[in-house]
């Protein structure tokens, strides 16, 4: 892979398009997106359902490429990468938390965030990556005893516990209501601030804009606005 240091950012996308064929028809789901992310700062990012947000995440995540444009990931050009390495950069470097959890239900939370820790080559220990989102006292609990926010928080400390660099959030709080999506944001918020992780979250709830760094707007596969935060609110304070 190219020598990328002249990308100063820790994340950099220039010029991604995605298309998608169904059938004969022709889906355009990104359309020229640049995007730069900085080491520590936590992003969200709205857009109404079909804007690309998902798409620009999982292009972001490795788990997708581009049509058009190039992805860098401080010295790598992810655009170019096969598909061993992409799962290599994922691994290593990214984690990932979806709208529902995908616990594993025969296991317990400790258990699985192991899973996860297995495979990191520098792990943090689970107890604590389950600490560290307050279920301390939960440890010995399987997902069917544990509720929904519970369940997503052990799915962030599953995320969390291989130390990524860049943390993903696709919906976390769209299955919860307001009380317990705000506990799942704090958690997020604590994992950034604590552990210095580069945080992106894809969300349709404006509310939690408020506590990002940066809030980026996308539409029809554009990005269409970047604001930046004079006054960050903590999860408790957000309202939606």
Same mark, same amino acid.
């Given at each position: 892979?190219?020598?990328?240091?002249?990308?100063? *950012?820790?994340?950099?996308? =220039?010029?991604?398009?995605?298309?998608?064929?169904?059938? #004969?028809?022709?889906?355009?789901?990104?359309?020229?997106?640049?995007? #730069?992310?900085?080491? $520590?700062? %936590?992003?969200? !990012?709205?857009?109404?359902? $079909?804007?690309?947000?998902?798409? @620009?995440? *999982?292009?972001?995540?490795?788990?997708?490429?581009?049509?058009? $444009?190039?992805?860098?990931?401080?010295?790598? +050009?992810?655009?170019?990468?096969?598909?061993?390495?992409? +799962?290599?950069? &994922?691994?290593?470097?990214?984690?990932?938390?979806?709208? %529902?959890? *995908?616990?594993?239900?025969?296991? +317990?939370?400790?258990? *699985?965030?192991?899973?996860?820790?297995?495979?990191?080559?520098?792990?943090?220990?689970?107890? /604590?990556?389950?600490?560290?989102?307050?279920?301390?006292?939960?440890?010995?609990?399987?997902?069917?005893? @544990?509720?929904?926010?519970? /369940?997503? &928080?052990?799915?962030?400390? &599953?995320?969390?516990?291989?130390?990524?660099?860049? !943390?993903?959030?696709? #919906?976390p709080t769209g299955a919860l209501d307001h009380t317990t999506g705000r506990l799942v944001l704090e958690a997020l918020a604590k994992v950034n601030q604590d552990l210095g992780t580069t945080t992106l979250v894809i969300t349709h709830n404006a509310g939690i804009a408020n506590m990002a760094d940066r809030v980026?707007?996308?539409?029809?596969?554009?990005?269409?606005?970047?604001? +930046?935060?004079?006054? =960050?609110? =903590?999860?408790?304070?957000?309202?939606?």
């Amino acid at each position: 892979m190219e020598d990328s240091s002249k990308h100063s *950012n820790f994340f950099s996308a =220039k010029g991604l398009s995605k298309t998608y064929f169904m059938g #004969e028809v022709e889906v355009q789901a990104l359309r020229g997106v640049d995007l #730069e992310l900085k080491k $520590g700062e %936590f992003v969200v !990012l709205l857009g109404p359902s $079909g804007s690309g947000k998902s798409t @620009l995440l *999982n292009i972001i995540g490795g788990l997708d490429i581009p049509s058009h $444009g190039e992805v860098y990931y401080l010295d790598h +050009t992810l655009s170019q990468s096969d598909e061993k390495q992409r +799962t290599l950069y &994922r691994r290593e470097h990214v984690g990932f938390v979806f709208q %529902f959890y *995908n616990l594993i239900p025969s296991l +317990t939370a400790l258990e *699985n965030v192991g899973l996860v820790t297995d495979l990191a080559q520098n792990p943090m220990d689970a107890a /604590q990556a389950l600490k560290m989102v307050g279920l301390g006292d939960r440890l010995h609990h399987f997902p069917a005893q @544990l509720s929904g926010g519970e /369940q997503q &928080r052990v799915a962030v400390a &599953r995320a969390i516990a291989k130390r990524p660099d860049l !943390l993903l959030c696709d #919906e976390p709080t769209g299955a919860l209501d307001h009380t317990t999506g705000r506990l799942v944001l704090e958690a997020l918020a604590k994992v950034n601030q604590d552990l210095g992780t580069t945080t992106l979250v894809i969300t349709h709830n404006a509310g939690i804009a408020n506590m990002a760094d940066r809030v980026l707007h996308m539409a029809d596969g554009r990005l269409v606005s970047i604001k +930046t935060n004079a006054n =960050k609110l =903590k999860p408790e304070q957000l309202t939606w």
